[in-house]
């Protein structure tokens, strides 16, 4: 009786051929975004320490690297913030297949940008025999003011934020509602996006950066960002055809009576009410109160390894800022070791509460290593 029901409820989690053509497509396309994301980050990362180095050299000053770095990361998670909240009005009207995808042309389009401002102010491809006087030395970037870093990276973070958030979305397009097969499915993705990561990073840092440098060693992201794009357009809804008119009529209606800067505004006021809640219920309630510590405070104290700790160790421990790139390989190679354990145990394991305890755990024992 019971080897019927796990069968029964097999067949019920196991993919359609159509199903699993979108699965196809959609990590084909997860697989080239990720390395050509780890290769603008990490050149960035490194090209922002080494400029912010270089200019308090030139200007006789004390330096104030990490501080801007901090701030360049800082504020481009918050426009992240941001471009997430654009998803919820564009989602209504169009397939949200459609929505990634223009999403990451816009971002390609934004990681271009600074390349042409390198090229434009003199910068050049680092040259194969490149001999630096000293160790600030870095004669083939362009001749334009550090900052401009700050404010081209922050607003690619709006394009950023909107390709994360609807990736996010877009399992449940592709597969429905079927809670097994969307564990499945988040799992794999995430094997091969940590995976695709790892090999992005490691490649940055040891491969493109230092042939290139790293003022152009993310030449390669527009174009790997363009073909992802194109590659998710072949993706096909879940949704019959029949429903798609019919959400397509009902969204053309509602397009031309609703504004969308209002809804924006909306969104921003919820999305503050919702701060303002969540922290509430999650504070005064013994119940959800380990939430931060197991899952704010972790994935804070994550990012802040890979965007704060990791370039200062390499560029003030190990003297090269691209030494960063492998620790943050390191850091990717971690998850993807995280994603395999759930993929075979969730099964097993099917409460989330076990596998969010135990990252908690791991990562604070890693803090320790570089604070004590």
Same mark, same amino acid.
């Given at each position: ?19 699993? =053509?979108? /699965?196809?497509?959609?990590?084909? +396309?997860?697989? #080239?975004? &990720? ?8 050149? !960035? ?122 990736? =996010?979305? /877009?399992?449940?397009?592709?597969? +429905?509602?079927? #809670?097994? &097969? ?8 995430? !094997? ?122 390499? =560029? ?9 790139? #492998? ?46």
């Amino acid at each position: 009786m019971l080897s019927r029901k796990d069968d029964q409820t097999h067949k019920q989690s196991a993919f359609s051929a159509r199903e699993k =053509r979108n /699965i196809i497509i959609y990590i084909a +396309g997860i697989i #080239i975004y &990720k390395f050509g994301l780890e290769a603008f980050n990490g050149s !960035i990362m490194t090209l922002a320490t080494n400029r912010y180095d270089q200019d308090a050299l030139k200007g006789r000053t004390a330096p104030h690297t990490f501080e801007r770095v901090g701030l360049l990361f800082g504020l481009n998670q918050a426009s992240q913030c941001f471009g997430s909240l654009l998803i919820s009005p564009l989602i209504k009207h169009w397939p949200s297949r459609t929505i990634l995808s223009i999403a990451i042309f816009i971002f390609a389009l934004f990681t271009a940008m600074l390349i042409i401002l390198d090229v434009a102010t003199g910068g050049y491809i680092k040259p194969k025999n490149f001999n630096s006087t000293n160790k600030n030395d870095f004669s083939y970037y362009g001749h334009y003011k550090a900052d401009w870093i700050i404010v081209i990276f922050t607003t690619s973070g709006i394009a950023y934020g909107t390709v994360e958030s609807t990736h =996010r979305v /877009i399992p449940r397009d592709l597969v +429905g509602h079927d #809670i097994q &097969k969307l564990q499945r499915f988040d799992a794999l993705v995430h !094997i091969f996006y940590a995976t695709s990561g790892a090999i992005g990073a490691f490649v940055t840092g040891l491969i493109l950066i230092p042939n290139l440098g790293n003022n152009q060693s993310f030449i390669i992201t527009p174009i790997l960002f363009t073909a992802a794009g194109m590659i998710w357009l072949f993706m096909s809804s879940s949704k019959t055809k029949k429903s798609k008119q019919k959400d397509q009529v009902i969204g053309n209606s509602k397009k031309f009576k609703s504004n969308y800067l209002k809804i924006i505004i909306r969104k921003l006021i919820a999305f503050g009410q919702s701060f303002y809640i969540g922290g509430k219920i999650i504070f005064t309630s013994r119940k959800y109160i380990w939430l931060f510590s197991c899952y704010s405070l972790t994935l804070y104290a994550h990012r802040y390894l890979e965007d704060g700790i990791a370039p200062q160790v390499a =560029r003030r421990y190990l003297d090269n800022a691209t030494w960063s790139e #492998i620790i943050v390989g390191g850091s990717n190679f971690g998850e993807l070791l995280g994603a395999f354990l759930i993929l075979f145990l969730s099964n097993s394991i099917r409460n989330p509460i076990p596998w969010l305890r135990l990252s908690t755990l791991a990562l604070i024992n890693h803090l320790k290593i570089f604070f004590f």
